[in-house]
């Protein structure tokens, strides 16, 4: 097969298969990190969370609820919407530690620490969000649901 056949070939398949993998794979970080912080001591953000807002401790639980029910919306097509609303909503806070915990999140100015660079990935999950968000009244090649 020649490169420029194979090149086609590959891309028809990313197109076709590439929103919903995009959709499924953003919804399974929502689930699983949510499912995470269900229980206390397995998350790496609950001490983010904790310093980060006044009620904590039980917010960490009620945040991890919220992250899977953002997953669960990017997995079912109809609830698309909500889950990228309630996404948007989550997303304000989770940059709150770069400017509040800043001794925990920069080593120095534009050097971040682990913890910096856990909340700066998130800038991915929304640049995903705006793909999906951005087609959610489209019909997809290979889209099922």
């Given amino acids: 097969m020649k490169f420029r056949a194979l090149d086609k070939k590959i891309s028809c398949w990313m197109e076709r298969y590439g ?3 995009l959709r499924y794979s953003l919804g399974l970080v929502f689930i699983w990190f949510g499912a995470l912080k ?3 001591g397995l998350s790496p953000a609950q001490e983010l969370v904790e310093l980060t807002v006044p009620i904590g401790a039980w917010f960490v639980i009620l945040l991890g609820v919220w992250e899977i029910v953002i997953g669960l919306c990017l997995w079912w097509r109809p609830a698309l919407r909500v889950g990228i609303g309630l996404m948007a909503l989550q997303m304000m806070g989770t940059f709150l530690p770069l400017i509040f915990l800043s001794g925990l999140s920069w080593q120095s100015f534009g050097v971040p ?3 910096g660079q856990y909340i700066i990935k998130n800038v991915v999950l929304i640049g995903a969000a ?8 489209h019909k997809h090649k290979g889209e099922l649901d």
Wanted: proline share 6%; charged share 10%.
């Fill in 19 to 21: 929103h919903r993998i």
């Fill in 38 to 40: 269900l229980i206390p």
């Fill in 113 to 115: 620490t682990l913890e």
């Fill in 130 to 137: 705006i793909v999906i968000g951005g087609t959610v009244g």
